[in-house]
């Protein structure tokens, strides 16, 4: 079974902390994308990356970086976390080409910053 | 810019009774369409797509949508909820080109009454 795993599930952090997020997918996907969910707002487009050691801005990535070290691996990292960044994070990925736009999802990261 | 409107938050439908969620876009050309569902504590799993030809589609779950170019919209429905379908719906569109930036809508919750 394919699947995209986020490493935590559940993370409280403090204002000014710096927070890693971790996904990695076990589908040799070129494709990998963090997003954030809101209430109200659906899924906004936070970071993507098309190849290892690239990376996209997408709609809202003030406040946030990325890597991608290796091809199976995403990380979303927030240098000093603020309380407008509790959310839910959820990391996809997906092939390059004619099925590029069918996204895998990983279950999700929720972030409380306090 | 694309966007896409859910405009109804909530739905709450009897088990047994049929279920249309509304979706409605904005967008420069013909995109790809998409529903996804997400369960509770869960990622968003894909449950149908549209990229062109036959304009009602048929997704997993007893679930279809149906494509109106005229209107812009990418209605999901269901015959007959059970109450597993009880979660949030979402709807998205994305480029026909190789890009995957998806633009996701709002999302509407259904609650299944039994």
């Known amino acids: 079974d394919v699947k995209v795993t986020q490493s935590s599930r559940y993370l409280v952090k403090r204002t000014g902390e710096k927070v890693f997020l971790e996904c990695v997918q076990d589908?040799?996907?070129?494709?990998m994308f963090w997003y954030r969910q809101d209430p109200g707002l659906g899924l906004r487009l936070i970071y993507f990356?098309?190849?290892?050691?690239?990376?996209e801005k997408g709609d809202i990535p003030e406040g946030y970086s990325v890597s991608r070290e290796k091809k199976e691996r995403f990380s979303l990292i927030l240098e000093s976390a603020s309380t407008n960044q509790t959310s839910m994070y959820l990391c996809?990925?997906?092939?390059?080409?004619?099925?590029?736009?069918?996204?895998?999802f990983g279950a999700g990261s929720r972030l409380t910053v306090l | 810019a694309q966007s896409v409107t859910q405009p109804d938050i909530h739905i709450t439908v009897s088990e047994g009774a049929s279920l249309e969620l509304r979706c409605n876009y904005s967008?420069?050309?013909?995109?790809?369409l998409f529903w996804y569902v997400q369960s509770p504590g869960q990622g968003l799993q894909l449950l149908l797509k549209?990229?062109?030809?036959?304009?009602l589609v048929q997704g997993i779950k007893g679930f279809e949508a149906e494509f109106k170019r005229s209107q812009s919209s990418f209605n999901l429905r269901k015959p007959s909820v059970h109450w597993s379908d009880a979660a949030e719906y979402f709807c998205?569109?994305?480029?026909?080109?190789?890009?995957?930036?998806?633009?996701f809508g709002g999302g509407t919750r259904v609650l299944v009454k039994p």
């Open positions: 549209y990229f062109s030809g036959d304009t």
């Open positions: 990356s098309y190849d290892v050691k690239m990376k």
């Open positions: 589908m040799d996907h070129e494709n």
């Open positions: 996809a990925s997906s092939h390059r080409g004619s099925g590029a736009n069918v996204l895998t």
């Open positions: 967008y420069g050309a013909t995109p790809y």
């Open positions: 998205a569109v994305g480029p026909k080109s190789a890009g995957n930036k998806l633009t």
